[in-house]
């Protein structure tokens, strides 16, 4: 199933790619749209948030429910929210933060499951992380800056039955945790995302156009070592709870391949898999996975690639 937000139009295909059926559509009649988002699957179908609207498709296209809902209570959260049935996975901002290292204080957010109206809240736990972080200045005062090495933590949730994967960008910790909040396993793993010379030197160069009027010591202290870039890009559970986390490539342009992992839901690692560079995993099956690219114009084409296990 692919959805396309400028047509507002979902689109079936079978496993060869063959169309079998177009749905959806602009409108306010049931089953259409005014703006479409969240695509998640949903017991044999898919669901899809469009405007003020829950609507619901089976596996062969034909409409199941089309509902509207009051958003309001949703939209004080600012992380991406997850949907997965009946359940939305989203995060709230926790005053105060944590100490991450010397002279650095990360954010801390709460994830939590509701329902679609809001009404229901179950804590599922607090994690750190965020696209912004507070440094110490020589002066010895806290400064929030843009953080340009993107540490928001990934959220992904998937599998029969479901599990809720984090990933925590800045040091690849993976918490695997039942959709009730209790965790499974934590998988660590060290000396991930480490960038090269030429890597660094660019990273220095967007902090300093982020932070002016640092000297080359806060500027050192603000970007202290490669442990602090992002150890993963991507994060994905599939039908059958596995995790893939998207190795963080910083390879030179022109590499042929990026790399993802996949981790058991026990948290053992299963392998790796490699893909395209560029390509962006949507979907994993028992023999395929399923990718988007774009090309030189930033058209995106959906591409289904065989899945080989060595």
Known sequence: MVLDDESLELRFFDALGGHLVTVGGPGEGPGELTWAGHLSPFADGVQLKGG???????????????????????QQFLCPFTFFGDDVFLCEY???????????????????????????????????GSSTASYRTSDGMFRTVEDPFARQDLIAVGGSPPIVAVLSRDRYELTLMTTSGEVL????????????????????ARATALTPGLTPAELADLVPAPETLPAGNALLVDRIANSWVGRLSLAAAGAEHDTYEVFLADGRLQGEVTVPAGARLMDVGDDYVLLVRSDEFDVPFVELYGLIKD
């Open 52 to 74: 003020d609207k829950r609507i619901r498709f089976s596996a062969s296209g034909d409409l199941i429910a089309d509902e509207r809902f009051d958003w309001t209570p949703l």
């Open 94 to 128: 926790v005053p105060g933060g944590v100490q991450a290292g010397d002279g650095m204080r990360a954010p801390r957010y709460r994830l939590f499951r509701t329902d679609w109206k809001g009404e229901r809240r179950d804590t599922l736990g607090l994690f750190s």
């Open 185 to 204: 396993r934590v998988v660590r793993r060290h000396g991930a995302g480490q960038p090269g010379a030429e890597a660094l030197e660019d990273i220095h």
